[in-house]
């Protein structure tokens, strides 16, 4: 006679959320990647458009920004208790004197004014 296991259908329980918080974690620390890990909210208005991301466990000193006409990079220094490598590319060219940046709570939010196209015309005088 042979005997097998039975499951019943009320054996499958769903991931609870701190395991879920859990595979996040080992993902985002192992270098995974998830769609977690890419998710930026977005928000723009006439003037601005601002971005905010999760960037966990690291301070300000260890996050370096750089901006190039309509590119954002982010990336964390060496020496950082976890890497990243981010960047994006946005539909406008970037006002680097007007935008800002803040950190607070582990939530870098990036607010990167729009650059007024300001125009290049010469008048000449008619001799």
Same mark, same amino acid.
Request: proline share 5%; charged share 25%.
């Given at each position: ?8 259908? *009320? ?5 609870? #959320? #701190?395991? +879920?918080?859990? %595979? ?6 192992? !270098?995974?990647?998830?769609? /977690?890990? %890419? %998710?930026?909210?977005?928000?723009? &208005? ?10 966990? !466990? ?10 190039? !006409? ?6 964390? /220094?060496?020496? #950082? ?9 946005? &539909? ?12 607070? *709570? !582990? /939530? +870098?939010? +990036? ?6 196209? %300001? ?9």
């Amino acid at each position: 006679m042979i005997f097998a296991p039975v499951m019943s259908r *009320n054996a499958f329980v769903s991931p609870r #959320a #701190a395991d +879920l918080a859990l %595979q996040r974690f080992l993902q985002e620390t192992l !270098g995974a990647s998830s769609p /977690v890990q %890419q %998710q930026v909210q977005v928000s723009r &208005d006439d003037k601005s458009t601002t971005l905010s991301l999760d960037v966990p !466990g690291l301070a300000r000193e260890q996050l370096k920004i750089s901006l190039e !006409g309509a590119v954002i990079k982010l990336e964390s /220094v060496e020496g #950082a208790p976890r890497q990243l490598k981010r960047a994006w590319e946005l &539909d406008h060219e970037i006002d680097a004197a007007a935008s800002k940046a803040k950190l607070e *709570n !582990g /939530v +870098l939010t +990036l607010t990167l004014a729009k650059l007024e196209p %300001q125009s290049k015309a010469v008048a000449l005088s008619i001799e």
